[in-house]
């Protein structure tokens, strides 16, 4: 196979295709600290595209609550056994070595297997293919937390306090990670899976399709799906429509997917970033996936061990046990989680920028404001600035404007009551 090189285990990896990049990538990062799992993404999501006859169990976006929820079941805890034992057999004992961090590996070099390497002889990419019962619903144990150990009456005398609350869970949200090397796409024989050069999204093409199912059983995050009805494989498209800005809503510009656009909690920030011919992101300082993602570095992949690059990034859970967050999504945590407690000034402007348009945002600006707080963060001084940030879509127009500190809407007494 040919080696490509994948930034985020930082050094080069095998892969059945030599590597070929998009001009953009498609890149979303999801804030797990803001999910209120209400599952309107999943709902609207749902509505757009899967709501015909063969999909009814197809939810391409789906909210689930870890540790124990998974869609399909066990999906995560079974792809890691996999790999787990395919490291045994190999003798091979993986590990992060954090001293090699730097520019082009900012989580340092994992020295394990990823998912193409550990394949088997007849294999291209090591997988498993879901029972049928494992589909069969999206929301197994929601909302259902570890062990709790209480006092009399069920309550602790000790409460709930960071770094890691006694129970716990949090919701992991979900689509198509869009990989940059993506399982899915090696594993088809019929070679009907391909990336788009324009904005890196992953499709299956409908007409090439037998409906195989090796995209669904290499699949790690299992976002490959097959339909009966049609007997093809269908996966989530990116709303691709409205990425190109043929939406009617757009006015000609890049829009952010159904499921981002629709979220209350305003977890989510989705985008397009320019990508050079050796496949790293070109450097743009302003755009803010790029400041998220390789500045600030809050926003990381999910199992990047499994080697397949994904491109949608999770600022983690301030509250869920360190390792546990260190095996989803690698050794970069603990540094994510202390940044996004007590953000840089510049880093909490960004934050702002989520959900507040449909337009893709492309660059942003911050106006400096006044000091409004001053206060002790992890033992030491944090000081908070009411700055304006500004947001501007694929044209280099003002899309949005906010300050740090939400404005306050008092309304007049001869309107006390809305009705």
Same mark, same amino acid.
């Given at each position: 196979?040919?080696?490509?090189?994948?930034?985020?285990?930082?050094?080069?990896?095998?892969?059945?295709?030599?590597?070929?990049?998009?001009?953009?990538?498609?890149?979303?990062?999801?804030? !797990?600290?803001?999910?209120?799992?209400?599952?309107?993404?999943?709902?609207?999501?749902?509505?757009?595209?899967?709501?015909?006859?063969?999909?009814?169990?197809?939810?391409?976006?789906?909210?689930?609550?870890?540790?124990?929820?998974? $869609?399909?079941?066990?999906?995560?805890?079974?792809?890691?056994?996999?790999?787990?034992?395919?490291?045994?057999?190999? %003798?091979?004992?993986?590990?992060?070595?954090?001293?090699?961090?730097?520019?082009?590996?900012?989580?340092?070099?994992?020295?394990?297997?990823?998912?193409?390497?550990?394949? %088997?002889?007849?294999?291209?990419?090591?997988? +498993?293919?879901?029972? &049928?019962?494992?589909?069969?619903?999206?929301? /197994?144990?929601?909302?259902?937390?570890?062990?709790?150990?209480?006092?009399? /009456?069920?309550?602790?005398?000790?409460?709930?306090?960071?770094?890691?609350?006694?129970?716990? *869970? /949090? $919701?992991?949200?979900?689509?198509?990670?869009?990989?940059?090397?993506?399982?899915?796409?090696?594993?088809?024989?019929?070679?009907?899976?391909?990336?788009?050069?324009?904005?890196?999204?992953?499709?299956?093409?409908?007409?090439?399709?037998?409906?195989?199912?090796?995209?669904?059983?290499?699949?790690?995050?299992?976002?490959?799906?097959?339909?009966?009805?049609?007997?093809?494989?269908?996966?989530?498209?990116?709303?691709?429509?409205?990425?190109?800005?043929?939406?009617?809503?757009?006015?000609?510009?890049?829009?952010?997917?159904?499921?981002?656009?629709?979220?209350? %909690?305003?977890?989510?920030?989705?985008?397009? =970033?320019?990508?050079?011919?050796?496949?790293?992101?070109? &450097?743009?300082?302003?755009?803010?996936? $790029?400041?998220?993602?390789?500045?600030?570095?809050?926003?990381?992949?999910?199992?990047?061990? *499994?080697?397949?690059?994904?491109?949608?990034?999770?600022?983690?859970?301030?509250?869920?046990?360190?390792? +546990?967050?260190?095996?989803?999504?690698?050794?970069?945590?603990?540094?994510? !989680?202390?940044?996004?407690?007590?953000?840089?000034?510049?880093?909490?402007?960004?934050?702002?920028? /989520?959900?507040?348009?449909?337009?893709? !945002?492309?660059?942003?600006?911050?106006?400096?404001?006044?000091? =409004?707080?001053?206060?002790?963060?992890?033992?030491?001084?944090?000081?908070?600035?009411?700055?304006?940030?500004?947001?501007?879509?694929?044209?280099?127009?003002?899309?949005?404007?906010?300050?740090?500190?939400?404005?306050?809407?008092?309304?007049?007494?001869?309107?006390?009551?809305?009705?």
């Amino acid at each position: 196979m040919p080696d490509v090189y994948n930034w985020q285990i930082g050094r080069t990896m095998t892969y059945p295709y030599p590597e070929a990049h998009p001009n953009r990538q498609f890149v979303a990062v999801f804030n !797990i600290n803001r999910c209120i799992g209400c599952q309107t993404c999943t709902g609207a999501c749902k509505a757009t595209w899967t709501f015909s006859r063969g999909q009814e169990y197809m939810w391409w976006n789906n909210v689930e609550t870890k540790p124990y929820g998974s $869609y399909p079941q066990h999906w995560d805890v079974k792809a890691l056994k996999l790999l787990d034992e395919a490291h045994q057999a190999a %003798g091979v004992r993986p590990n992060w070595d954090r001293t090699q961090a730097n520019a082009k590996a900012p989580y340092g070099v994992y020295n394990g297997l990823t998912l193409t390497e550990a394949a %088997g002889p007849n294999e291209v990419v090591l997988g +498993y293919l879901p029972t &049928e019962a494992e589909w069969r619903s999206p929301n /197994f144990y929601e909302d259902t937390s570890t062990a709790y150990k209480g006092g009399p /009456f069920g309550l602790s005398p000790n409460g709930a306090a960071l770094p890691e609350h006694q129970a716990w *869970f /949090f $919701y992991l949200m979900r689509i198509c990670n869009h990989c940059t090397y993506p399982a899915c796409l090696a594993a088809c024989p019929r070679k009907a899976i391909y990336k788009r050069e324009e904005d890196g999204i992953v499709l299956i093409d409908q007409e090439r399709c037998r409906g195989y199912r090796k995209c669904v059983e290499a699949c790690p995050y299992k976002k490959s799906m097959y339909r009966g009805t049609t007997q093809v494989s269908e996966k989530c498209v990116g709303c691709y429509p409205r990425v190109e800005g043929s939406d009617p809503l757009s006015d000609g510009v890049p829009m952010e997917t159904r499921c981002m656009a629709v979220c209350p %909690g305003k977890i989510r920030l989705n985008g397009l =970033v320019e990508v050079a011919e050796d496949g790293s992101w070109v &450097e743009t300082p302003h755009h803010p996936l $790029y400041y998220l993602v390789r500045i600030a570095q809050v926003a990381l992949p999910l199992y990047p061990q *499994f080697g397949t690059e994904p491109n949608i990034y999770y600022i983690p859970p301030r509250w869920a046990p360190r390792a +546990y967050l260190r095996q989803m999504f690698g050794p970069g945590v603990d540094q994510a !989680i202390e940044r996004y407690i007590a953000p840089s000034r510049e880093l909490l402007a960004v934050l702002q920028l /989520f959900r507040t348009t449909q337009k893709m !945002i492309f660059r942003f600006e911050i106006e400096e404001g006044p000091l =409004v707080r001053e206060v002790e963060v992890n033992g030491k001084a944090w000081q908070m600035y009411n700055d304006t940030v500004i947001g501007f879509d694929a044209k280099g127009r003002e899309a949005v404007r906010l300050s740090v500190v939400e404005p306050l809407y008092e309304r007049p007494a001869e309107r006390l009551n809305s009705i």
